[in-house]
């Protein structure tokens, strides 16, 4: 039979308190748009131990109830769904409905405002505004027909520099009249005004030698005009090197070449003179670190330094450096708690070079780092009681191999861990001459040996356990009972799933409600 699967559900119009990673759960309340009713709900999330950390929406009648009438049909409690050419019939927003060519308000005797954002403007493009009301206002729109009528029998105002006048634009004339050297006429609908010929020839007056002068009336006219010769060349004079010289305003430029240290640049009619900086190849003018130096009256005199935190002046001496980090000699470097070579070999040596005399004396811990300890001495004597192996093995997996070996035989013996057994293991034969003699964790060997047989020969598979009474001499085997972590025996619920001939099959997954 099919399989019916349930998810969990609820009556009301919540949302589940809680829901597993991935759980599905619906509401059948009645859904409005400020409740949970109608609505699917899945558990997004996991805290770790498979809980949801949010319950979101994905669904449900109330959302797909939003969009059951015709597209292109403005419906009361529903979602507004355009038709294919992407249209609606009617939209209200407020007070204002549009509605085929119309757009009205619908509040009684409501006001209907087009107000553009910042500096924007209402554009009709090019069609006309019609059936616009007469003006009551000053801000108002006045229509053509207003416009005309006031403009019928209009006067016009005009005011000169001394005296005001007013002219009816129905029947009189407007007079322009020239004053002082200004001569007016009119022809046609166009009113010339021309100023009158001083007597000045026309001409270019100024050279490259010479410059013009003019006279000037009260009404800022040219009355009279002529030429005065000026100077061409330019004297020059230095108080270092060639001491004169000239230059031709005419044909010759002025030109500044800098000096040592000295730049020199032209932009427009200003001409810069500055300073180089300084540099380890070039002179120029320089500024001083204060820390390094003090200067006093142009005087420069190095200030005190530090190396490490021992501080020196030029000239002097010291027989202890503090504050060092770090220090190379030739190839040893002494580094924080480092000793360190440049040539991967470091030499200790109380006696002179060579020699294999002498006593080295460690005081404190020693921990040797590396791949290999050598030791080539001839007796070693160990004063500890323990020799820990693998000291810094995190597991029995970083210890294994750890032992003793013994070089001499072809093959060497060796005594030695293995981590994945977690037990120690010899390649050579170990003999004992009395039975008796070796006991482990305080009992003879040959009764080890005998619950070896029953405990280890006989080895509980999944899902059994074994045992076993040392002082019966007897051996229990017993099924373990199922978890979720643990395969055993097990028995069904009959209201779920069905089990025939050791077959089970899933009747429904219910996930209840909340």
Known sequence: MAAIIRIKRSTTA??????????????????????????????????????????????????????????????????????????????????????????????????LILSPNGSGSVNVDTSKIINVTNPTSAQDAATKAYVDASNTAQALTFVGDTGTDTIDLDDSDLTIAGGTGITSAVTANTVTLTLDNTGVSAASYGSSTSIPTLTINAQGQVTAASTASIASTLGLVATDGPTSGDVSLLDSNLQFTGGEGIDISVSGPTITIAGEL???????????????????????AAEQFTIGSTNLNLGGSTTTLAGLTQLDVDNIRILDNTVASSTGVLYIDPNPIDSDGGEVIIRGNLTVNGLQTTVNSTTVSINDKNIVLADSAANAGAADGAGITINGPSTPATFTYNGSNDEWEMNKTLNLTDANSLELGGVIWTEVLEDHLATNYFLAGEGIDLTYNDGSNTLTVASELATVTNPGVANFDSDQMTVTSGLVSITQLDGGTY
């Not at 994905?58 to 507004?80: E, R």
């Not at 509605?99 to 009684?108: A, I, K, P, W």
């Not at 120029?284 to 420069?300: D, L, Q, R």
């Open 14 to 111: 919540n949302a589940p308190s809680a829901l597993k990673t991935g759980e599905l759960a619906y509401s059948a309340g009645t859904g409005l748009y400020n409740n949970g009713g109608d609505r699917l709900y899945f558990g997004k999330g996991d805290d770790g131990a498979g809980n949801a950390t949010t319950v979101e929406v994905v669904g449900g009648a109330y959302f797909a109830n939003l969009g059951d009438h015709a597209p292109g049909t403005l419906t009361a409690s529903s979602a507004i769904v355009v038709d294919a050419s992407s249209k609606i019939d009617v939209l209200n927003v407020d007070n204002v409905t549009i509605n085929g060519n119309t757009v009205s308000t619908t509040n009684t005797n409501g006001t």
């Open 278 to 300: 300084a540099t380890s190849s070039n002179k120029g003018v320089a500024s001083f670190n204060g820390t390094h130096f003090g200067v006093t009256s142009g005087a420069v």
